[in-house]
Nanobody
Framework: QVQLVESGGGLVQAGDSLRLSCAAS????????MGWFRQAPGKEREFVAA????????SYTDSVKGRFTISRDNAKNSVYLQMNSLSPEDTAVYYC????????????????????WGQGTQVTVSS
């Protein structure tokens, strides 16, 4: 059974940092693009960051550029999201996702291009 399990969420104050982790099991995703999305209450799930299979290409939504960093460790079948300078607008459930295409050089920003999803981890930033 393929699973993506997010961890590292929590309640923090504005300006704090968090590091989210996504551990995959059931198959290797070392050859697949991965991404992070988030969904705030009453809003649609939105793209946050993506990384290609090698880690050589990354992309971010404009609101997190310079604050968030996506990375991966293929040996651990894991992907991470380092979040700095958090603001209340970052409050959401954060989801890890994996794309099925192998060795794609680019990254994917559309959620319909991802085939596997985790259950999400809550991030709450107080002002």
């Amino acid at each position: 059974q393929v699973q993506l399990v997010e961890s590292g969420g929590g309640l923090v104050q504005a300006g704090d940092s968090l590091r989210l982790s996504c551990a995959a099991s059931g198959r290797t995703f070392s050859r697949n693009g991965m991404g992070w999305f988030r969904q705030a209450p009453g809003k649609e799930r939105e793209f946050v960051a993506a990384i290609n299979w090698s880690g050589g290409s990354t992309s971010y939504t404009d609101s997190v550029k310079g604050r968030f960093t996506i990375s991966r460790d293929n040996a651990k079948n894991s992907v991470y999201l380092q979040m700095n300078s958090l603001s209340p607008e970052d409050t959401a459930v954060y989801y890890c996702a994996a794309n099925s295409q192998l060795y794609a050089s680019g990254t994917y920003r559309r959620k319909d291009l991802y085939d596997y999803w985790g259950q999400g981890t809550q991030v709450t930033v107080s002002s």
